[in-house]
């Protein structure tokens, strides 16, 4: 349904995985294997996995705390996109990666839900892709001591707004990790 000419791929999209991003992530242990699982099943169908990874002034490039963390093996072939903003494609190449691929649909999972993963959401719907969340598959840190709410609600409020996201010949949606569909 993507309004991009000649994209009828899907790609997963694992965003900032990193290990100081998801560090205290809620549910970090189950929610990273979920990933990993994810991985590898869009590995043996022969789905694209890109890889994005943040830096700036926190989060030091080639840092151990930048690195993606241990339980997910990069494949050297696999592309891997540097950001400096919440929105993947917001001044990177990722549009070229994906382009290159024939993508024009995004499976999205990764950290942090109420920042990176919302803006790559709608930066990919903006720009014309088809973006489904996998509502099991991303989470954030507890900024309740900032006036935020609990990390499992800023993942379920996340879940049941994208659900129902869609734009003129685009469309969102979250589905769990057991209900992915890489085909589309």
């Known amino acids: 349904m993507t309004t991009l000419d000649n994209r009828p791929n899907t790609a997963l999209l694992v965003v900032d995985v990193q290990n ?34 943040h830096s700036d002034e926190e989060l030091v490039r080639g840092s151990e705390e930048w690195r993606i963390v241990g339980e997910l093996d990069q494949e050297d072939t696999e592309p891997v996109v540097e950001k400096s903003y ?46 489904t969340l996998v509502g099991d598959a991303h989470t954030t840190m507890d900024k309740t001591e900032w006036g935020g709410i609990a990390p499992e609600l800023v993942i379920a409020h996340t879940n049941l707004y994208w659900r129902h996201q869609a734009a003129p010949g685009r469309k969102g949606g979250t589905v769990m990790t057991e209900d992915v569909d890489f085909s589309g």
């Open 86 to 131: 919440g929105d993947s494609f917001e001044d990177t190449d990722l549009e070229k990666v994906l382009a290159e691929r024939g993508v024009g649909r995004l499976v999205v999972v990764g950290a942090e839900t109420d920042a990176c993963i919302r803006s790559t959401l709608h930066g990919a719907i903006v720009r014309g892709y088809d973006a």
């Open 20 to 53: 100081a991003v998801v560090e205290d992530g809620y549910e970090r242990d189950a929610v990273v294997a979920k990933i990993g699982g994810l991985v590898g099943r869009a590995r043996r169908e022969g789905v694209p996995v890109v890889w994005v990874q």
